[in-house]
T-cell receptor, first 114, second 116 residues
Framework: DGGITQSPKYLFRKEGQNVTLSCEQN?????MYWYRQDPGQGLRLIYY???????QKGDIAEGYSVSREKKESFPLTVTSAQKNPTAFYLC?????????????FGQGTRLTVV | AQSVTQLDSQVPVFEEAPVELRCNYS??????LFWYVQYPNQGLQLLLK??????LVKGINGFEAEFNKSQTSFHLRKPSVHISDTAEYFC??????????????FGQGTILTVHP
């Protein structure tokens, strides 16, 4: 089945450790996105990529890093520089050339840093 | 720069009553407009989108939205809600040019609670 897969669903890490969240899509989409969701703050854009080997900072990129080496994969690393990393993270993808198309979302990863 | 403001964080309503969820946006370039719904512990799914043409857009589950360019608004409406409509609703814009090309920005969300 076509879709977006985020793994793992739940992730626990100790403070000060880097952690990488996986996002894979088989929809042949050029564009991919990472969001952080906190209660009352909606979805805040961390990074996005319109094409392989290129990505842009979103609104809250500090403390995060990404790579886009393959079309189907867009991993997000939460670094120790992120001051409040505990959150729900959502990955999405969409077609790249047509801005009027919808985004498809994964089921999310809930990260807890202790 | 682009931004989305959802004017109500929570909207309680009784079953079978009409509802309106408000959304305003700001952008220096052309944008496309979307409404998404998120049920508890799930990802987001598309309700409807505005492309061009008629300012009234119909979506799934009886929802519709009206685009108003002069007021930069895209309010979501439903004439009669059901218990199953209880969820969080998000308004979003996607930049069609300039430095916001491809950028997909969401509002803060509105929690719709339908009471029996």
């Amino acid at each position: 089945d076509g879709g977006i897969t985020q793994s793992p669903k739940y992730l626990f890490r100790k403070e000060g450790q880097n952690v990488t969240l996986s996002c894979e899509q088989n929809l042949n989409h050029d564009a991919m996105y990472w969001y952080r969701q906190d209660p009352g703050q909606g979805l805040r854009l961390i990074y996005y990529s319109q094409i392989v080997n290129d990505f842009q900072k979103g609104d809250i990129a500090e403390g995060y890093s990404v790579s886009r080496e393959k079309k189907e994969s867009f991993p997000l690393t939460v670094t120790s520089a992120q001051k409040n990393p505990t959150a729900f993270y959502l990955c999405a993808s969409s077609t790249g050339g047509q801005m009027n198309t919808e985004a498809f979302f994964g089921q999310g990863t809930r990260l807890t840093v202790v | 720069a682009q931004s989305v403001t959802q004017l109500d964080s929570q909207v309680p309503v009784f079953e079978e009553a009409p509802v309106e969820l408000r959304c305003n946006y700001s952008s220096s370039v052309s944008v496309y407009l979307f409404w998404y719904v998120q049920y508890p512990n799930q990802g987001l799914q598309l309700l409807l989108k505005y492309l061009s043409g008629s300012t009234l857009v119909k979506g799934i589950n009886g929802f519709e939205a009206e685009f108003n360019k002069s007021q930069t608004s895209f309010h979501l409406r439903k004439p009669s809600v059901h218990i199953s409509d209880t969820a969080e609703y998000f308004c979003a814009v996607r930049g069609a040019g300039g430095t916001s090309y491809g950028k997909l920005t969401f509002g803060q969300g509105t929690i719709l609670t339908v009471h029996p």
